[in-house]
């Protein structure tokens, strides 16, 4: 079984600029989420998408926007980025929404400069 | 809204003891409480889901428990070892409506002496 994956695991972008980040979810798992954690912080829920659809979303602007493909991957794309939008970005996915187990990737650790 | 507070922010330990990481948390609508480990640098790795329907869950030697009326959680780490060294974060899904995530506090930092 495979485990939920993301990529990049680590990239440097300047102020203004966008950038998407990739997320699989675990094998049969239909629901996937994505969080923002600043350092020394507990993960911030962004968004979450479940059979490709957005069911739920977290107090981030719109300049965060993401997707859910067939095979319930997911992408978290971040517009006109911020020097505070630097964090590590998480991925998880679960098999049911709601009340099911979450399983995380190991992020994507963004720097804005 | 949700808030979840973790206590103490920081605990240090000699090898060997068991110790009591705590969770509180102001909504009891809840579906579930589900407690993880990170790493440095790392994602977060699941260690006990709680429904809102139990009363605790065990693995090994962690042992969750849930109060949901008081809005309280511990996670007991029995016998503890160098390699329990992380931060501890515990998180809640509130059913007040709508796909609202999980809900995190700032997690526990532990050190685990040898």
């Known amino acids: 079984e495979t485990g939920v994956t993301q990529s990049p695991t680590h990239l440097i972008k300047t102020r203004g600029q966008q950038v998407t980040l990739r997320c699989s979810s675990q094998s049969g798992h239909n629901t996937v989420s994505w969080y923002q954690q600043a350092l020394g912080q507990g993960p911030q829920f962004i968004f979450q998408y479940y059979r490709e659809e957005e069911n739920g979303r977290g107090n981030f602007p719109p300049r965060f926007s993401g997707l859910q493909f067939p095979n319930y991957s997911s992408e978290l794309n971040v517009n006109a980025l911020e020097l505070d939008d630097s964090a590590l970005y998480l991925c998880?996915?679960?098999?049911?929404?709601?009340?099911?187990?979450?399983?995380f990737g190991e992020g994507s650790r963004l720097t804005v400069l | 809204k949700q808030e979840v507070t973790q206590i103490p922010a920081a605990l240090s330990v000699p090898e060997g003891e068991n110790l009591v990481l705590n969770c509180s948390f102001t909504d009891s609508a809840i579906y579930n409480l589900q407690w993880f480990r990170q790493d440095p640098g790392k994602g977060l790795t699941s260690l006990l889901l709680i429904q809102s329907s139990q009363r605790e869950q065990t693995s090994g030697r962690l042992n969750a428990s849930l109060d949901k009326s008081s809005g309280r959680s511990t996670l007991y780490i029995a016998a503890s070892q160098p390699g329990d060294s992380a931060t501890y974060l515990c998180?809640?899904?509130?059913?007040?409506?709508?796909?609202?995530?999980?809900?995190f506090g700032k997690g526990t930092h532990l050190i685990i002496q040898p």
């Open positions: 998180a809640v899904v509130s059913t007040g409506g709508g796909a609202d995530g999980l809900t």
């Open positions: 998880a996915s679960s098999l049911v929404p709601l009340t099911g187990e979450l399983f």
